[in-house]
């Protein structure tokens, strides 16, 4: 299996040596190519500063981050640009489209920035779209879609380059619960048909139920990690839960 994303003893820190924060302490872990892994904890607790330092948005203050074969620590700012956009895919709560294009164009965007030939975007858009069920939006603009459909569209942005990984951060905080689990139908089809890499940040046990794996963080660490194995979502799901009420903080059970 080949492997990924490779975090190695990575620590950050905020403030001045009188007043030092540490929203990392010593944090380790791999992720292969094909795995959908969770990574869920109370607010303060550094998931989302450990996905900054992933995603090349935040820089570690020691340790080293391995993303297909490359050290993102090591990489200066016009290397470091050109590493995000062919090998990382992004999606965020908010979305993220630009309102002034249709989705189409907001997809075709991030072909065009990569260098991809103008004559292969229209079939790499239609085939990406039928994958997830947005052809009939694509000549929307992003007000007159639902949430859902823009948060499939910022999907198909995030995966129509092919990128090493997928990172996600809180995909369903913005969507009602359909719309949630119409979107986790798709990750879970990318992820089993299309073997993308994904690294999901989220505070909503329902939403972790999909993954394959959760890393659980509690002040900067590490606290616990959970495999599905051959777990049904319900058991899985059951199994998070058991350990959300024991970690304590602000995870939702729906």
Do not use: W
């Not at 302490?25 to 959908?36: C, L």
């Not at 949430?147 to 995030?158: I, N, T």
């Not at 089993?192 to 993954?211: E, G, P, Q």
């Amino acid at each position: 299996m080949k492997n990924i994303l490779n975090v190695q003893s990575i620590e950050k820190y905020y403030g001045n040596k009188d007043n030092i924060t540490k929203a990392i302490d010593n944090i380790s872990f791999k992720v292969d190519e094909g795995e959908f892994v969770g990574i869920m904890g109370p607010s303060g607790s550094g998931k989302t500063t450990l996905l900054n330092c992933i995603s090349t948005i935040d820089n570690v203050s020691s340790g080293n981050i391995i993303i297909n074969n490359q050290d993102i620590t090591k990489l200066k700012s016009k290397n470091l640009d050109k590493f995000r956009r062919n090998e990382l895919g992004f999606i965020f709560q908010d979305f993220n489209l630009l309102d002034t294009l249709t989705a189409y164009e907001n997809i075709a965007l991030a072909l065009t920035i990569k260098g991809e030939k103008s004559e292969n975007i229209d079939k790499l858009i239609n085939d990406v779209a039928n994958k997830l069920g947005i052809e009939n939006v694509l000549n929307k603009y992003p007000y007159q879609m639902s949430g859902g459909q823009k948060q499939r569209v910022a999907s198909a942005r995030a995966i129509i380059t092919n990128p090493s990984l997928i990172l996600a951060d809180e995909p369903t905080g913005a969507l009602d619960s359909k719309s949630s689990r119409l979107l986790l139908d798709r990750f879970e089809y990318l992820n089993n048909n299309l073997k993308a890499t994904i690294l999901m940040v989220t505070h909503d046990a329902f939403t972790a139920s999909y993954a394959h794996r959760i890393l659980f963080i509690k002040d900067g660490k590490i606290f616990n990690e959970l495999v599905k194995g051959n777990d049904s979502r319900k058991e899985f799901f059951d199994r998070i839960i058991d350990v959300v009420t024991l970690l304590g903080g602000d995870e939702d059970v729906f």
